[in-house]
């Protein structure tokens, strides 16, 4: 109907639907999520650090909560904030979890953004092809070919392009939904870190800002992001 490049449209298509299927399964199982014991054991370190044990919740937790990265990240903050006093260094370690259990959702949210970008620009060439059919028989006629010759080479050409904006304009829509959903997990995330490193476990020795500030050349405002904000795959959705 389109020539070749109906074909590659057929099948990027296809490729992006099962990319949206496997993100959807991966974050109905493995998406980082606040659930109700985590914020009850939150509420419980907030008022009394020491008196948690954060292994007693892995160990009750189902298979599905093992599975969530945010209890992980947790309940390995919360042990390293009892055991550790250099906080500092508890902290860099919860940015590197929170930017780790994010990662699993760049490549199929990169595909969907790929395929948003690229069905357009084959349709475009889809254009191109046609009409250069159309002007081919043209010429090959002398000027003389009738509405019927020309025919298939427009019919290319317009299919072609309806074809690539049929495919882009929904898979836009995804890729936008999917950052933003991104960006929500990363928000509860960081305000989830900010409540468990607001309160410091008692028998902790306080390091002093001036005593940190020598041996980390980072600013200040990192301490207080506990997420991957500063990623550039996240600036927007549809590139």
Not at 52 to 59: A, F, N
Request: glycine share 8%; hydrophobic share 50%; charged share 15%.
């Amino acid at each position: 109907m389109g020539g070749p490049v109906m074909w590659v449209l057929m099948a990027i298509a296809f490729i992006g639907v099962v990319t949206f299927l496997y993100l959807i399964m991966l974050g109905a199982l493995y998406a980082p999520r606040l659930t109700g014991p985590l914020r009850l054991m939150i509420d419980q370190w907030q008022q009394s650090p020491a008196a948690v044990c954060p292994r007693d919740l892995h160990r009750k937790a189902g298979r599905l909560g093992r599975g969530n990265p945010l209890m992980h990240l947790l309940v390995n903050t919360m042990l390293a904030c009892q055991s550790n006093p250099n906080t500092t260094s508890v902290r860099e370690t919860a940015v590197r979890d929170a930017q780790r259990s994010l990662e699993p959702f760049e490549a199929p949210l990169k595909i969907i953004e790929v395929i948003a970008a690229l069905a357009p620009l084959l349709g475009l060439l889809g254009t191109v092809m046609g009409m250069m059919e159309a002007f081919s028989t043209m010429a090959a006629t002398e000027g003389r070919a009738n509405a019927s010759q020309l025919s298939g080479g427009i019919y290319e050409a317009l299919s072609t392009t309806a074809a690539g904006l049929i495919v882009a304009i929904p898979f836009a829509a995804l890729a936008a939904w999917i950052e933003f959903r991104l960006r929500r997990i990363h928000q509860t995330i960081n305000s989830t870190l900010v409540s468990v490193f607001n309160v410091i476990p008692v028998g902790e020795p306080v390091v002093a800002p001036e005593a940190i500030e020598p041996q980390h050349k980072a600013p200040a405002p990192v301490a207080d992001d506990y997420g991957v904000s500063d990623n550039p795959r996240f600036a927007h959705a549809t590139g």
